[in-house]
């Protein structure tokens, strides 16, 4: 597609179920990012993937969230056992490399979960 | 540590008025990149320009410009003449080469515009 995809856009779920959030990144992109914008802690990092691994992991809130990709392209990050305080918008990110110098991150319009 | 401050959490103006959005920032990098990226009401950010720490020049863009100043870590925004369809929310963010590319963000200032 012509740009960043994500999946469902709205997610309503009640606590302690299990949510899949999917990304389809712009096609060529080999770097991929997550982010989480809430309003109390504003755009926060997640985890970014270089092809299909991701060397950077810190700023996943708790190890109820994971997140993988595969072939390259889609990736799904899924947080377990939702709590209320996961209720935000999750965005997804991709750029043509990892290197700062051709890294400019296009962003998909996120999916809206609410933890009831 | 790295951070990103935009200190203007809210700025109304009515539609022809210049408006300044600031942005400090902190890092130990010598290499970096700023970005602003605009989010309209429909959520989607968008993006709008890229700096890199070794490139001063300020930048103009139609309506809109930017001041980039290492000696005071600061990278403003300018919008010239504005318009109602500039309403948003605005965020500057850092990336630094040693963090992959992962983009720090300030917390973003609300921009209204009014005819």
């Known amino acids: 597609g012509a740009g960043v995809s994500q999946s469902p856009s709205n997610k309503v779920t009640e606590k302690g179920k299990d949510v899949e959030l999917r990304c389809d990144p712009i096609?060529?992109?080999?770097?991929l990012y997550w982010y989480r914008q809430s309003l109390g802690q504003g755009l926060e990092f997640l985890i970014y993937f270089q092809g299909n691994s991701a060397p950077d992991k810190s700023g996943l809130p708790s190890d109820r969230f994971s997140a993988e990709r595969t072939g390259g392209s889609v990736s799904t990050l899924t947080i377990q056992r939702t709590q209320q305080e996961d209720s935000a918008v999750y965005l997804c990110a991709s750029s043509l490399e990892l290197s700062l110098a051709k890294n400019i991150q296009y962003f998909g319009a996120g999916t809206r979960l609410s933890v009831l | 540590a790295q951070k990103v401050t935009q200190a203007q959490t809210e700025i109304s103006v009515v539609e022809k008025e210049d408006v300044t959005l600031d942005c400090v920032y902190e890092?130990?990098?010598?290499?970096?990149?700023l970005f602003w990226y605009k989010q309209p009401p429909s959520g989607e950010l968008v993006f709008l320009i890229r700096?890199?720490?070794?490139?001063?020049q300020n930048e103009i863009s139609g309506r809109y410009s930017w001041n980039f100043q290492k000696s005071t870590s600061s990278f403003n925004f300018t919008i010239t003449a504005s318009q109602v369809v500039d309403s948003a929310v605005y965020f500057c963010?850092?990336?630094?080469?040693?963090?992959?590319?992962?983009?720090?963000f300030g917390q973003g200032t609300e921009l209204s515009v009014k005819p």
């Open positions: 096609s060529g992109h080999t770097a």
């Open positions: 890092t130990r990098d010598t290499t970096y990149y």
């Open positions: 963010a850092l990336s630094e080469a040693q963090g992959g590319g992962k983009l720090i």
């Open positions: 700096r890199n720490s070794f490139d001063e």
